[in-house]
């Protein structure tokens, strides 16, 4: 899988380097692979959440594959769903404003401003 948008919404967090957000992506999107394989369930939907002592990754896969990731705080809880639908969300927003606009390549780089705007919007 390919990195198509990435984005930082938060004040004061580090910036990491294109390269770096590169191969993270591929490792995510690798073991999310070896997840759904090792699920004891049929058609298991791989990683929804990682959780570390400073952060927590919330990742939504897609009908269509396309995975969203979010990265939080330590002290983010989705006990109530309010992550699952701000990524479901997300990918309304995808569907909405990316896949419509004619100039937009599918697994090209998202480059698509009224997107980031509305984005930006649901961000703050």
Same mark, same amino acid.
């Given at each position: 899988?390919?990195?198509?948008?990435?984005?930082?919404?938060?004040?004061?967090?580090?910036?990491?380097? %294109?390269? &770096?957000?590169? !191969?993270?992506?591929? *490792?995510?999107?690798? /073991?999310?692979?070896? $997840?759904?394989?090792?699920?004891?369930?049929?058609?298991?939907?791989?990683?929804?959440?990682?959780?570390?002592?400073?952060?927590?990754?919330?990742?939504?896969? %897609?009908? &269509?594959?396309? !995975?969203?990731?979010? *990265?939080?705080?330590? /002290?983010?809880?989705? $006990?109530?769903?309010?992550?699952?639908?701000?990524?479901?969300?997300?990918?309304?927003?995808?569907?909405?404003?990316?896949?419509?606009?004619?100039?937009?390549?599918?697994?090209?780089?998202?480059?698509?401003?009224?997107?980031?705007?509305?984005?930006?919007?649901?961000?703050?």
């Amino acid at each position: 899988g390919g990195l198509i948008f990435d984005k930082e919404f938060a004040p004061g967090v580090p910036n990491l380097s %294109t390269n &770096t957000t590169l !191969k993270l992506a591929s *490792i995510f999107h690798a /073991q999310h692979a070896i $997840a759904q394989q090792l699920s004891p369930i049929s058609g298991g939907g791989g990683i929804e959440c990682i959780e570390a002592d400073q952060f927590k990754l919330f990742s939504y896969e %897609t009908p &269509t594959a396309i !995975k969203f990731m979010l *990265i939080t705080d330590g /002290q983010t809880s989705n $006990a109530d769903g309010r992550v699952d639908r701000l990524l479901h969300e997300v990918y309304e927003l995808y569907a909405d404003y990316v896949l419509k606009n004619p100039f937009y390549e599918v697994e090209q780089p998202i480059r698509v401003e009224s997107w980031e705007l509305k984005l930006r919007m649901m961000m703050d």
